[in-house]
């Protein structure tokens, strides 16, 4: 079997050598350099702390991948809620994460305040801490994966930008090349490019912020806040902050953070620790979304496949997605059940639908 994936991120690029794996012959096409897109400007938390079975299982998954293959680096994840309506809902998530089997509990703002003494947690309702997650340096992600890509076989072009002329029939600068399958796993730019093959997908682009601080000497673990809506993780001795999404066009959009986010975001951390930080730089990204929020995985016409929507949890998921993409096309049971085959079916929708991709039901996008 040949098979072309078009996209050299994470999905993509565990994709290319699961699939090398299983005796594919596999080329991969990166229209810029691997990582260029999405992966490389994630933030690079990974956890398992879901309250669904189904989310819980893939990131069960890709956290024990990103172990094996020694990428993930152990920090708690911790999520807070700072409005008492919201504590109830903290409260079940926990039950059910814990009832999936997952490494989380319940923490007291007085607990956190003592394993984090530079955290503020007066006006904390509620919190869970997530013990088994972990961060990702994206670089090191791409570097190791790329590698691994490459000594199973799979044949990787950069600068390489292609189009589909058929659902399996590549567009090269050098020419036309047939396939068995294509994958196209290209983030926003996934949308344009099956459109070429005459498929239309619901998904729209988000733009996303995030800063990394000046060093300082503090631990802190990864921190959500859900109801202030804006996280941060520990990116060596210093913050990542992220946050400040709105809707985007992928095809005119800002790699600068805004102004106006790097002083809120630096204002967010500062309310919630005894911290006072500066910025050390900051930047933007795309990240892609869907109706109903979950991704679109799946053959989408004759042997055309795509995966992407990922909410801006693309890197987080691309070891167990990738290898379900692979799975799939190769016809071996996949390693999770058959209800992410129906969930993340990406023709449920049929590709019309306006939606909002931040998830406010009200807006028409």
Same mark, same amino acid.
């Given at each position: 079997m040949r098979v072309a994936v078009v996209g050299g991120g994470a999905v993509g690029l565990v994709a290319a050598a699961d699939l090398a794996e299983r005796d594919v012959d596999v080329t991969l096409y990166e229209r810029d350099e691997l990582g260029s897109g999405a992966t490389g400007r994630a933030a690079g938390i990974? =956890?398992?702390?879901?309250?669904?079975? !189904?989310?819980?299982?893939?990131?069960?998954?890709?956290?024990?991948?990103?172990?094996?293959?020694?990428?993930? %680096?152990?920090?708690? =994840?911790?999520?807070?809620?700072?409005?008492?309506g919201d504590e109830t809902a903290v409260r079940g998530q926990v039950a059910e994460m814990q009832s999936h089997g997952r490494a989380v509990?319940?923490?007291?703002?007085?607990?956190? *305040? %003592?394993?984090?003494?530079?955290?503020?947690?007066?006006?904390?309702?509620?919190? *869970?801490?997530?013990?088994?997650?972990?961060? !990702?340096?994206? $670089?090191?992600?791409?570097?190791?994966?790329?590698?691994?890509?490459?000594?199973?076989?799979?044949?990787?072009?950069?600068?390489?930008?292609?189009?589909?002329?058929?659902?399996?029939?590549? %567009?090269?600068?050098?020419?036309?090349?047939?396939?068995?399958?294509?994958?196209?796993?290209? *983030?926003?730019?996934?949308?344009?490019?099956?459109?070429?093959? *005459?498929?239309?997908?619901?998904?729209?682009?988000?733009?996303?912020?995030?800063?990394?601080?000046?060093?300082?000497?503090?631990?802190l673990p990864s921190f959500y806040d859900a109801t202030e809506e804006f996280y941060w993780r520990p990116r060596g001795d210093a913050l990542l902050v992220g946050g400040g999404a709105h809707a985007a066009d992928p095809t005119d959009w800002d790699a600068e953070a805004d102004p106006a986010f790097v002083e809120t975001a630096l204002g967010n951390v500062?309310?919630?620790?005894?911290?006072?930080?500066?910025? $050390?730089?900051?930047?933007?990204?795309?990240?892609?979304?869907?109706?109903?929020?979950?991704?679109?995985?799946?053959?989408?016409?004759?042997?055309?496949?795509?995966?992407?929507?990922?909410?801006?949890?693309? !890197?987080?998921?691309?070891?167990?997605?990738?290898?379900?993409?692979? %799975?799939?096309i190769c016809g071996t049971s996949p390693r999770i059940d058959a209800p992410l085959s129906d969930r993340f079916d990406p023709t449920r929708f049929d590709g019309e639908e306006s939606f909002d991709p931040l998830g406010d039901p009200t807006a028409d996008w």
């Open positions: 990974c =956890y398992d702390a879901f309250a669904g079975e !189904l989310d819980a299982a893939v990131a069960d998954r890709a956290l024990a991948r990103y172990r094996e293959w020694d990428l993930l %680096e152990p920090c708690p =994840y911790v999520w807070a809620a700072r409005e008492r509990e319940r923490i007291s703002p007085d607990e956190l *305040g %003592e394993r984090y003494p530079s955290l503020r947690t007066g006006g904390i309702e509620a919190a *869970g801490i997530a013990t088994a997650a972990g961060l !990702l340096d994206p $670089d090191a992600v791409v570097a190791r994966l790329a590698d691994r890509a490459r000594q199973r076989g799979v044949t990787v072009e950069t600068n390489a930008p292609v189009s589909l002329v058929g659902p399996t029939a590549v %567009e090269t600068p050098s020419g036309r090349r047939d396939f068995d399958a294509v994958v196209a796993a290209a *983030g926003p730019a996934t949308k344009p490019l099956v459109a070429d093959a *005459g498929v239309s997908l619901a998904l729209k682009a988000f733009r996303t912020q995030a800063l990394v601080t000046d060093p300082f000497e503090e631990t500062r309310s919630a620790t005894t911290l006072d930080p500066t910025p $050390d730089r900051a930047w933007a990204g795309l990240c892609t979304a869907t109706p109903d929020r979950d991704p679109l995985v799946g053959r989408v016409a004759d042997g055309l496949w795509v995966a992407t929507g990922w909410q801006g949890h693309g !890197l987080m998921r691309a070891p167990a997605m990738g290898e379900f993409v692979a %799975e799939r």
